[in-house]
């Protein structure tokens, strides 16, 4: 198992441009979420996802849109990016949304905005 | 609102000192509480998840304690492999996953 997979790893945008974050993951998670990590932040809850079809939003999704066609990807999208968006980004999942499955994340996305 | 509080914000032991890191928290009908191990460049850890208050868990050098309003990860003898930030999480009734900012663990040989 390749486990959460994310690409690319490291990506530099100028304000307004717009771009997907891949993730992936081959464990047959249903439950699967986008953090953003930042300096003296900590990890915050951008969307979220119990399963194919359904999403919601976290802690800071604005400017963010996602989507769960499939069971195996959770694609980020950045609509309009901004400096205040330059963060490390981290993709995870797990069995299912209850309490007592561990996540799994994936590398981190380092994305920097000029 | 949900809230997550980790302290200290860092903290230096020599190898071999025991010592506790604390996670206070207020998440409503608090579903799971997590704790995770990140190094430097790399995605969180999986360590512990406990449930209900009086619950504890070890893993090696490592244990976690819950009660109704904190959380501890004892580390107990550390060595310097141990050195990472500890991450301490809860999920609220609601699916979401509130993360604390983190203990920055340094452990000297």
């Known amino acids: 198992n390749a486990g959460v997979t994310q690409t690319p790893k490291f990506q530099v945008l100028k304000t307004g441009q717009s771009m997907t974050l891949q993730c992936a993951q081959d464990m047959n998670h249903e439950y699967m979420s986008w953090y953003r990590q930042d300096p003296g932040m900590g990890l915050r809850l951008i969307h979220y996802s119990v399963g194919a079809g359904i999403t919601d939003q976290g802690e800071v999704p604005n400017g963010y849109n996602v989507s769960r066609s499939t069971t195996e990807d959770f694609p980020l999208r950045l609509l309009s990016a901004a400096p205040s968006q330059t963060s490390v980004y981290f993709c995870?999942?797990?069995?299912?949304?209850?309490?007592?499955?561990?996540?799994?994340f994936g590398p981190g996305t380092r994305l920097t905005v000029l | 609102e949900d809230q997550v509080t980790q302290s200290p914000e860092a903290l230096r032991l020599q190898e071999g000192e025991s010592s506790s890191l604390n996670c206070s928290y207020t998440?409503?009908?608090?579903?799971?509480l997590f704790w995770y191990r990140q190094d430097p460049g790399k995605g969180p850890e999986f360590l512990f998840t406990l449930y209900s208050a009086g619950e504890e868990k070890e893993k090696e050098r490592l244990k976690a304690t819950l009660t109704k309003k904190e959380s501890f990860l004892h580390i107990t003898a550390p060595k310097p492999e141990d050195s990472a930030t500890y991450l301490c999480a809860g999920m609220n009734r609601d699916d979401k996953i509130i993360f604390g900012k983190g203990t920055r663990l340094h452990i000297l040989p």
């Open positions: 998440v409503s009908g608090l579903r799971g």
């Open positions: 995870a999942s797990s069995f299912d949304g209850c309490s007592y499955n561990e996540q799994f």
